[in-house]
């Protein structure tokens, strides 16, 4: 397979007007930026802000998760033996959102289960809010870097038939600018919209899975009040 793919691109080298690639992909790189027109500027922009984004997102996610696993760990462990003030001891020098969480309901310990649960949902929504704070960025770039793509390939194109139009005939080495940046803005974009909507959907997932872990959490405490009451 691998001879084959080298002897069918040795021929197509052979053809008039086919030539190898000449520069290095940093050299790629920069043709492609100084090909992209003024829509560089608006799509490196998108560029810096997604990776910059993801980052944050990766180690803030990473951290509050390995710090959730370990108080619902230790706040279940307490309250299978009933230690409530050590529980809340626990919650209070956290400050993970399962640990804010199960601190507000158990702060309400006292005042009945209906009360512990609409803490529980209250402090809940705060926490969510915490967590999904970064996503829109991402959901915003996504849409927007495409749409800056396609934005430059309209004006690629607007400028071919303007060199066109200047000439008075159609030549290919006159339309070759325009169709240039219309290519360019167009896989720039898409190629931002990918790894952006990729780690915006991979940072949903684990927010879903840290709630699911928390309300699990907080419905075993409720449990745990609820039968030390009886």
């Known amino acids: 397979m691998t001879s084959a793919t080298t002897t069918l691109y040795g021929a197509l080298l052979q053809l008039p007007g086919v030539e190898g690639p000449d520069l290095t992909f940093t050299e790629q790189m920069q043709q492609a930026w100084i090909d992209a027109g003024m829509m560089r500027w608006p ?105 800056l793509g396609f934005l430059g390939t309209v004006l690629g194109m607007i400028a071919a038939f303007q060199a066109i139009e200047l000439a008075g005939e159609v030549d290919a080495q ?17 190629a931002i919209a990918i790894p952006v909507s990729i780690g915006h959907n991979y940072f949903v997932s684990r927010i879903d899975h840290l709630v699911i872990d928390m309300e699990e959490s907080a419905q075993k405490m409720i449990d745990a009040l609820y039968a030390m009451k009886r």
Do not use: Y
Request: glycine share 10%; aromatic share 2%; charged share 25%.
């Open 174 to 190: 006159t339309v070759a600018s325009g169709i240039k940046i219309a290519l360019t803005t167009t896989a720039a974009g898409l």
């Open 43 to 147: 799509l490196g922009l998108c560029l810096v802000v997604g990776i910059l984004v993801i980052i944050w997102k990766f180690f803030d996610l990473l951290s509050k998760g390995g710090g959730t696993k370990k108080i619902l760990r230790e706040v279940d462990e307490l309250l299978s033996q009933q230690r409530i003030k050590e529980a809340l001891e626990v919650t209070r020098e956290s400050n993970s959102p399962a640990a804010n969480i199960l601190h507000a309901g158990l702060e309400r310990k006292e005042e009945g289960t209906d009360r512990v649960m609409k803490a529980i949902e209250n402090q809940g929504l705060i926490e969510l809010s915490k967590l999904e704070s970064g996503l829109v960025v991402l959901a915003t770039l996504t849409n927007v870097a495409p749409l």
